[in-house]
């Protein structure tokens, strides 16, 4: 074996060891699997796939390795090149299954030539997703095979054992992971890399690949429905199932909490290990279900562990309907439906289950710590853009607590806590502008806001403006373009001219999209000069049909990285009054109250923007350069 440490992922030779998160694990399995393309859309807890693909130069090694505009595109990209041989994988997170939804379903018609991947992250908890959304049952929508990793080592060796099932079932295979995979950090050994597989030809079958013939959709279905019963066949042969023990009492599960049940097994006496069979299924769909029937047939009692939702123990009451044993699970209410499963929860469904005593499953540590929303960075222009958007529809003669505000997904969105409390809404990928034009469809006589951000604008928000503008819409559309996407870890956007691998780009600019598509009041201004911003939106506001302002500054902590930071704010405590203006109108936390009872700033964490200096009434806060 080789040294425990930092190595690069992607060159290390076989039998090397390293501490990985899952998702480093997958980028990885990438090199061992012969992938040759890879793309995708960022999006938490599955991004760091690509960053780390990227971070070790895998566009180095032949392998096509971008960021697409979304899902959607990101997909067929894939597709595109599975179809003609290349093997491939596209990455996202649950809801970006949403987006990618309609060719993931036509795909499993046309299936593929060469291996395809859907590396989709769930978020159980959640931590940072719209929706606890289980892509479980997406999968069996779709009809296409899907594997459930346990560990960062095991995430590793399944993106190999999907290309294999794929090219075997000629179907793209779903690999799904969730957050205490994708972000656990966990052993894994290295195995070979394989020498990238990229074009190997493509023939024209309309049959196959043209959905528009009905009769030949009639007959791709049933082609797929024969390779989702090859596919049970192939898990038992690629080691997907196991079973371990052989009591009467039978615990099933998969992904992560096969992980939480190990850790509850130690728990029980010998004994009482010695009557609990674990069955633990790596393919969720479709299950194997003859070797399911084998291997559960002799229990009498069997508890399903999943996360999410009752997937799995639906699914094995329908398969062993007429097997004298009792399936319990979360529809009994042994295990929860919300939020992600803990070895505590395990524990107490075990001890349950098994008619041991047993207490409420431990808190965890996070659920004890005192709430603390996440705030807008230090700096951060988006904020801003909202203490703009708030003065100045002030100024317009508009009451600002009452002009709705439509969010999206983004950084922006953390802008909904107080102080700053600005947008009214935030459900979807590009839904603010759509959501925005229907209140005024529906009839509200007042300005409507849509705020979304440079990335969200360019993946989901083009076509609802265009639909705004061909209706004439009376809405003030204010698109935050902070160079990056942000929250997902700062990646590029349309509008580089060179991507992460040094790709030469064409920049595509916002502003001339938005002039393109017919809107008439375009605005471009910096919201670090918060009075010009002010007045554009105060002169915006008050323009018929569908105005856009973009609120245009980099990402203060990019901007710091890249640049550094020239200068920081400080208090002088013999001026400051405690009146906490800057606190009350910014919400910066580089601010803090000190024990005097007087506002202090964290300089370290401060960018220099100068926000809250604005607005001290009493000039207590000043410039300092940096040496």
Not at 286 to 309: D, N
Not at 353 to 371: I, K, M, N, S, Y
Not at 607 to 613: F, I
Request: charged share 25%; hydrophobic share 40%.
């Amino acid at each position: 074996m080789g040294k425990i440490g930092r190595v690069d992922v992607l060159r290390a030779p076989p039998g090397t060891r390293a501490a990985l998160l899952g998702n480093e694990a997958i980028a990885r399995g990438v090199i061992e699997s012969g992938i040759s393309v890879v793309t995708g859309y960022p999006g938490t807890p599955s991004s760091e796939v690509i960053m780390t693909l990227h971070a070790y130069r895998a566009h180095e090694l032949g392998i096509y390795v971008e960021w697409a505009v979304n899902e959607r595109v990101a997909f067929e990209i894939t597709y595109g090149a599975s179809i003609g041989g290349a093997r491939s994988m596209v990455t996202m997170k649950a809801p970006g299954a949403n987006v990618a939804a309609d060719p993931i379903v036509s795909a499993a018609y046309g299936g593929v030539e060469g291996g395809l991947v859907i590396y989709i992250a769930d978020d159980p908890g959640p931590h940072t997703t719209q929706t606890e959304q289980d892509t479980r049952w997406f999968a069996r929508m779709a009809g296409l095979p899907t594997i459930s990793p346990i560990d960062p080592d095991e995430a590793r060796k399944f993106v190999k054992v999907a290309i294999e099932l794929s090219e075997a079932l000629k179907l793209p295979v779903i690999l799904r992971s969730t957050t205490r995979v994708a972000h656990t950090v966990g052993d894994v050994v290295f195995g070979e890399a394989t020498e990238p597989v990229k074009y190997r030809g493509f023939k024209k079958d309309v049959k196959r690949f043209v959905r528009a013939g009905m009769s030949w959709n009639r007959e791709r279905h049933a082609w797929l429905l024969q390779q989702l019963r090859r596919a049970e066949e192939l898990a038992v042969g690629k080691g997907l199932v196991s079973s371990e023990g052989s009591g009467e009492y039978c615990v099933v599960c998969e992904g992560v909490s096969c992980g939480h049940l190990k850790e509850a097994m130690r728990s029980l006496g010998e004994g009482e290990a010695e009557k609990i069979k674990v069955v633990r299924l790596g393919m969720v769909n479709p299950i194997p279900r003859e070797w399911v029937k084998k291997e559960l047939g002799g229990c009498s009692k069997i508890l399903v562990l999943e996360e999410l939702s009752p997937y799995l123990e639906v699914t094995l009451k329908a398969a062993l309907h007429g097997l004298d044993a009792e399936i319990v699970g979360m529809e009994e209410g042994i295990i929860p439906s919300v939020g992600e499963l803990n070895p505590a929860h395990v524990t107490a469904a075990l001890n349950s289950f098994l008619g041991r005593p047993t207490e409420a499953a431990g808190t965890e540590v996070q659920d004890r710590a005192p709430p603390r929303p996440p705030p807008l960075c230090p700096g951060c222009p988006h904020r801003n853009s909202f203490v703009a958007l708030r003065f100045g529809l002030a100024k317009a003669g508009y009451s600002p607590s009452k002009v709705p505000v439509f969010g999206d997904i983004g950084c922006y969105a953390l802008g909904v806590s107080p102080p700053l409390e600005a947008i009214w809404t935030e459900h979807s990928m590009g839904a603010s502008i759509s959501m925005a034009a229907g209140l005024k469809i529906g009839g509200f006589e007042g300005p409507v806001v849509a705020v979304i951000g440079d990335s969200t604008f360019y993946h989901a928000g083009l076509q609802s403006l265009i639909e705004a503008v061909h209706k004439r819409i009376d809405l003030l559309v204010m698109i935050l373009d902070n160079d990056i996407i942000a929250m997902t870890g700062h990646q590029s956007t349309p509008a580089w001219a060179r991507t992460e691998t040094g790709r030469e780009a064409r920049p595509v600019k916002i502003e001339e999209v938005v002039k393109a598509i017919g809107v008439e009041h375009v605005y471009i201004v910096d919201p670090y000069d918060i009075d010009k911003a002010i007045e554009v939106v105060k002169e915006a506001v008050k323009k018929p049909g569908v105005k856009v302002v973009i609120m245009k500054h980099p990402c203060a902590l990019w901007e710091a990285r890249v640049k550094g930071v020239k200068a920081v704010y400080r208090v002088l405590p013999e001026k400051c009054t405690s009146c906490m203006a800057c606190v009350r109108v910014t919400g910066c936390p580089a601010l803090y109250v000190a024990e005097d009872g007087k506002v202090r700033i964290m300089e370290e964490d401060c960018t220099g923007c100068g926000l809250c200096a604005r607005y001290c009434p009493y000039d207590a806060i000043i410039r300092v350069e940096r040496r």
